[in-house]
């Protein structure tokens, strides 16, 4: 776990591990620079198993980089500072990864409290359909995650290029290598929406995080098409039809393009993937002023 400036619900979080029904573990926590409370509150804690790393800031994703490196369990379970987990989160995980060992990811569904009501989010996919989900949408919570950490390390972990959104960029490499995720369905983690999340405050930034990690994969796919044979040819038309509409929604009209132009290496014929392209090509050239009328002529 990581917290910057976390005091308001970080007893909470931190009581809410410890009293998981799974008791073997090391509690990491990474003090990333805080100025309020924090420090005084982690270090009220006299359990063996935490284990306090006080840094100054870097931000969460070379947080999280440093927790991977630091810790010695062969899986890490993620934990934000201001949810909350199950009792029994830790032990559900860990029965999957026994019944599934060679899954590089195990994560659950959750309840997220708004200010005004709650609901509950249970991801649902298949090893073929995964990697075009997580073009479209992140269907895996990020922060109920256990993973591996050996495949995290091998695949670079977090990448520090994303200072939001670092999950759904590495979940895409990942699964986007052929690497198996499994989900507990239950809603074994809490998530709390509030004026300070990252998902309120940084929302423009996460949206830019999310088209470049997507960009990313856009282009490996179009590279080498039939690598990718194995995933799910509708859901992945679908999603590439879906980023296309986005990119050139956000004036990325570039990769709107490669987006539709990924749907033709699907089909050749894909009506939609043509209008695609002209509906890009024609926002491009009126952004620059130019008359598409005149231009076509």
């Given amino acids: 776990m990581s917290v910057y400036n976390g005091e308001r619900y970080l007893r909470e979080a931190v009581d809410s591990i410890l009293g998981q029904t799974y008791g073997d573990f090391e509690f990491l926590i990474i003090n990333d620079g805080s100025t309020d409370g924090t420090r005084d509150i982690l270090e009220s804690y006299a359990d063996p198993r935490i284990r306090l790393v006080h840094q100054e800031n870097m931000g969460l994703t070379k947080a999280l980089n440093v927790g991977n490196r630091l810790a010695v369990g062969q899986y890490v379970a993620r934990m934000d500072a201001d949810d909350l987990s199950a009792p029994e989160r830790l032990a559900r995980q860990v029965e999957l990864a026994r019944e599934f060992p060679e899954a590089a990811s195990i994560s659950t569904g959750a309840r997220v409290l708004f200010a005004d009501r709650q609901e509950v989010r249970t991801p649902r996919f298949s090893d073929s359909t995964l990697p075009a989900l997580l073009l479209e949408r992140n269907p895996i919570i990020g922060p109920s995650t256990m993973y591996s950490r050996g495949v995290v390390l091998a695949a670079g972990g977090f990448d520090g290029q994303h200072r939001y959104a670092q999950d759904r960029d590495l979940w895409l490499r990942l699964a986007w290598a052929g690497e198996r995720f499994r989900v507990v369905e239950e809603p074994l983690y809490i998530i ?10 940084h929302v423009e930034s996460q949206a830019d995080s999310d088209r470049r990690a997507t960009l990313a994969i856009v282009r490996q796919f179009r590279r080498d098409p039939k690598k990718y044979a194995w995933v799910a040819p509708a859901p992945l038309r679908n999603a590439l039809a879906t980023l296309s509409w986005h990119y050139r929604q956000a004036g ?8 539709a132009l990924a749907m033709l290496a699907l089909n050749r014929t894909d009506a939609k993937a043509y209008k695609l392209i002209a509906a890009a090509a024609w926002k491009a050239l009126s952004a620059r002023g130019a008359s598409p009328v005149a231009s076509r002529r």
């Fill in 252 to 259: 990325w009209f570039g990769p709107a393009r490669e987006a």
């Fill in 192 to 201: 709390r929406k509030h004026s300070a999340s990252v998902s309120v405050v």
